[in-house]
């Protein structure tokens, strides 16, 4: 019965100090584990524990005469700045032929690449370049986290002390609990991670066609062109005929038969 009562005790005490993580009124050991983030340190730097946590993103869309040579321009750059292409697209119509790259690259190396595929340029049809702080958000998920992890360690000592089989049970539901939870701010500290590491660079550029060859093509070559067209375009009106044919020649039945009937009536 003792140890019950010493059970329920510190269940008791562990659900307290998980729902009073962040407060003025926390023990010394869990304070340690959130000092980055405890509201009742309003003097501390941050920043001398935490650097700034920074995701970089950019797109960029522009005209080039030569796609062939801006592609090789933009992966030397990708080269040396240690990118990598994570999409790469290629689209045509009537008027353009359109590329399209998404870029990772080291956010160390971010300005540098810009620079450097920015040469060359004579002007951005659009140039969108952001910086979004989230070291707030870095800061409150680790304290998180390890608050969690100090919850399971402390959950795990308890359990070796269990010895009843309902009590044993019930506290591995606790740990697993907790364990989902650790692994969900790991999942989503790994993904803030990955976007401060490396920033994304989506690049657009395009050439336009439709003018420049009009002036290659001659106007005998254009009315050449046009005929070409024009028998292109019977052939097919012709092979639409032959693909209903059944309908024309029903059609061709009833207007007989339509007409033979009036002229008798008329008679």
Known sequence: MRQFFLLFFAVLTLSSCEKQVGSADVSNDAVSEIR??????????????????IIKEAYLKFETDDLESTYNQIKTAITANKASVQSDSQEKDYRTITRR???????????????????????????????????????????RLNTKRKLEERYIEILKKATKVSEILEI????????????????????????????????????????????KISYG?????????????????????????????????????IRKRFKRKKI
């Open 36 to 53: 980055v983030s405890s509201p009742s340190q309003p003097n501390e730097d941050k920043n001398d524990v935490i650097s700034q946590k």
């Open 101 to 143: 790259l998404t870029i990772r690259i080291p956010s160390q190396n971010f300005d540098a690449f810009l620079e450097s595929i920015s040469k060359g340029v004579s002007y951005f049809d659009e140039k969108n370049i952001s910086s979004q702080n989230v070291t707030e958000e870095y800061i409150d998920l680790t304290s």
């Open 172 to 215: 591995e539901k606790q740990i697993s609990a907790i364990r989902e939870e650790i692994e969900a701010k790991q999942g989503q500290l790994k993904y803030l991670e990955s976007r401060v590491s490396e920033s994304t660079v989506t690049i657009e550029f395009y050439k336009t066609i439709a003018q420049k060859e009009g002036v």
């Open 221 to 257: 070559s254009k009315i050449w062109n046009s005929i070409q067209s024009g028998f292109f375009s019977l052939s097919d009106f012709l092979l639409s005929l032959i693909s209903v044919w059944p309908f024309i020649i029903l059609i061709c039945v009833l207007a007989y038969f």
